[in-house]
Nanobody
Framework: VQLQASGGGLVQPGGSLRLSCAASGAFRRIYAMGWYRQAPGKQRELVATSTSGGVTNYADSVKGRFTCSLDNAKNTVYLQMNSLNPADTAVYYC???????????????WGQGTLVTVSS
């Protein structure tokens, strides 16, 4: 199973970015996909997740600014980030909770990180 993330970069405060992450490989079902982030010197934290049924969950710090959506047909999760500020600077990691082929249990998979830098 592979999670391929893209869309990070440098943006000015107040700007927007859109991250995407596509899941591929041998799996039967996705329960949820989402994003976590890790700033320098800090622990990895939840940003937002979306289940295949459309239920979303957001960290308080991003509510009202970020939108997480999961396209079930494309096995792709998006994170639309608006009104970015320097505190959002971090490496963003894609996460998927899915059932691998030939398995009956859910497992958590991680993609490579993509760096988001908010700076003037």
């Amino acid at each position: 199973v592979q999670l391929q993330a893209s869309g990070g970069g440098l943006v000015q405060p107040g700007g927007s970015l859109r991250l995407s992450c596509a899941a591929s490989g041998a799996f039967r079902r996705i329960y949820a996909m989402g994003w976590y982030r890790q700033a320098p010197g800090k622990q990895r934290e939840l940003v937002a997740t979306s289940t295949s049924g459309g239920v979303t969950n957001y960290a308080d710090s991003v509510k009202g600014r970020f939108t997480c959506s999961l396209d079930n047909a494309k096995n792709t999760v998006y994170l639309q980030m608006n009104s970015l500020n320097p505190a959002d600077t971090a490496v963003y990691y894609c996460n998927a909770v899915l059932v691998r082929s030939y398995s009956d249990t859910y497992s958590a998979e991680w993609g490579q990180g993509t760096l988001v830098t908010v700076s003037s």
